[in-house]
């Protein structure tokens, strides 16, 4: 899809990002990061490394499978795993996931990892990229086994425009990557809750506004069944 973005446009999808944006008070003390895989990008492995940094949680988890979608010669989670070191975490530290092909596979194998390890955990960080910290979280209350540990969720301080500008670094060819992912990942918010795959979320009129006008405006999604 080839299309000019209005001004207009960057007005609605602000919406839809504000909405999805969630941002917690971080703990002072954390048992574990879990960090979702998000293809070429990777300023959420920047930012869990920055918390590990500053002694909040010392194991982090990386997930994700090698995408044959997104041109990359290696896994999610290895990708990230590199960014970790290169960012000051111990080799030690970090535990990789390189099945999972879907958000609550990430929650799924991430927890089943961290059992394996034998570490109890009663608080939990996620990290993901800022439009998807809603859903990763949302997820993780309805996928993570019982007994579930208290979830705190965050990303890089960044703003949409600037993350557009991101997503378009790392894909060149592919500008509306990122928009067509970040209306993807709100049309699951509305959907998924029905099939059990994450829990209910506050809805928003503004954002509902701002959905109906850009799919009327010939936006489209990403990757939602």
């Not at 990002?17 to 979702?36: H, R, S």
């Not at 939990?124 to 910290?133: A, D, E, N, Q, R």
């Amino acid at each position: 899809m080839t299309m000019n973005i209005t001004n207009h446009d960057w007005e609605l999808l602000q919406a839809i990002w504000d909405y999805l944006l969630v941002e917690d008070e971080l703990p002072a003390k954390a048992d574990a990061i879990v960090v979702g895989g998000a293809a070429l990008v990777t300023d959420m492995a920047q930012r869990a490394a920055e918390i590990y940094g500053d002694g909040v949680a010392n194991k982090i988890v990386v997930s994700g499978f090698r995408d044959p979608l997104a041109k990359m010669n290696e896994s999610e989670a290895m990708l990230l795993k590199r960014v970790l070191l290169s960012n000051g975490v111990a080799p030690e530290d970090v535990l990789v996931d390189e099945r999972a092909s879907n958000t609550g596979a990430n929650i799924i194998n991430s927890a089943e990892l961290i059992h394996q390890a034998g570490i109890e955990v009663h608080t939990v960080i996620l990290v993901h990229k800022p439009f998807m910290t809603r859903r990763f979280l949302a997820t993780a209350e309805v996928a993570w086994p019982e007994p579930r540990p208290r979830f705190f969720v965050t990303s890089t301080a960044m703003s949409m425009k600037d993350y557009y500008r991101l997503h378009h670094q790392a894909y060149p060819d592919d500008p509306l990557r990122m928009i067509r992912s970040m209306l993807g990942d709100y049309e699951r918010i509305k959907v998924y809750p029905a099939k059990g795959f994450l829990a209910q979320q506050p809805a928003s009129r503004e954002a509902d506004v701002a959905w109906d006008e850009l799919m009327k405006r010939g936006f489209t999604t990403r990757g939602v069944k």
